[in-house]
T-cell receptor, first 113, second 115 residues
Framework: DTAVSQTPKYLVTQMGNDKSIKCEQNLGHDTMYWYKQDSKKFLKIMFSYNNKELIINETVPNRFSPKSPDKAHLNLHINSLELGDSAVYFC????????????FGPGTRLLVL | AQKVTQAQTEISVVEKEDVTLDCVYETRDTTYYLFWYKQPPSGELVFLIRRNSFDEQNEISGRYSWNFQKSTSSFNFTITASQVVDSAVYFCAPWFSGGYNKLIFGAGTRLAVHP
């Protein structure tokens, strides 16, 4: 059983399009995250949700909108895609209050043409 | 300022060599956690270890060992008798409690182990 899953794994799209990435975790964690990894491998947090409530919102363009329908799911919707959005997006989950490790999904490689 | 530095961008070794990956952090927090993650060429991020700031015991797990030195704010990672499968990017990621409540990833060290 995959602990943290993301779909799709690859996403190739044109500038200006809108796309979504889905994430699900079956670890029973209450906190989920989105990270962006650029071409130089820098990993930076974008958002974090705890029990469906937004708790971290880094300086991210408002074209990016996370949505958490329940604590096992955290989706990322991106409007008006730009070339600079090309990156690998990772979803992760952890149990808040325990400072336990974050477990990451396999990543979604987004390429904007 | 709270930050993490992995000064070694790339390391290249021959199989069976020992290799140490450095991690230095800055914080005024007394309570924090330190993590290491591995990212092999396949791209996934694999959790390796978690250490809290009150536990300065070194840890060994197979060929992996971690040296936590609070006095020098370092949390170094050593691979003994490296293998080709150890080739990956390794990230040090502190979690600081002082208002950040998030992992801060270092820039990563790319380790290449050659046969």
């Amino acid at each position: 059983d995959t602990a943290v899953s993301q779909t799709p794994k690859y996403l190739v799209t044109q500038m200006g399009n809108d796309k979504s990435i889905k994430c699900e975790q079956n670890l029973g964690h209450d906190t989920m995250y989105w990270y962006k990894q650029d071409s130089k491998k820098f990993l930076k947090i974008m958002f974090s949700y705890n029990n469906k409530e937004l708790i971290i919102n880094e300086t991210v363009p408002n074209r990016f909108s996370p949505k958490s329908p329940d604590k096992a799911h955290l989706n990322l919707h991106i409007n008006s895609l730009e070339l600079g959005d090309s990156a690998v997006y990772f979803c992760a989950s952890s149990q808040r209050g325990q400072q336990g490790p974050q477990y990451f999904g396999p990543g979604t490689r987004l390429l904007v043409l | 300022a709270q930050k993490v530095t992995q000064a070694q961008t790339e390391i290249s070794v021959v199989e069976k060599e020992d290799v140490t990956l450095d991690c230095v952090y800055e914080t005024r927090d007394t309570t924090y956690y330190l993590f290491w993650y591995k990212q092999p060429p396949s791209g996934e991020l694999v959790f390796l270890i978690r250490r809290n700031s009150f536990d300065e015991q070194n840890e060994i797990s197979g060929r992996y060992s971690w040296n936590f030195q609070k006095s020098t704010s370092s949390f170094n990672f050593t691979i003994t008798a490296s293998q080709v499968v150890d080739s990956a990017v390794y990230f040090c990621a502190p979690w600081f409690s002082g208002g950040y409540n998030k992992l801060i990833f270092g820039a990563g060290t790319r380790l290449a182990v050659h046969p």
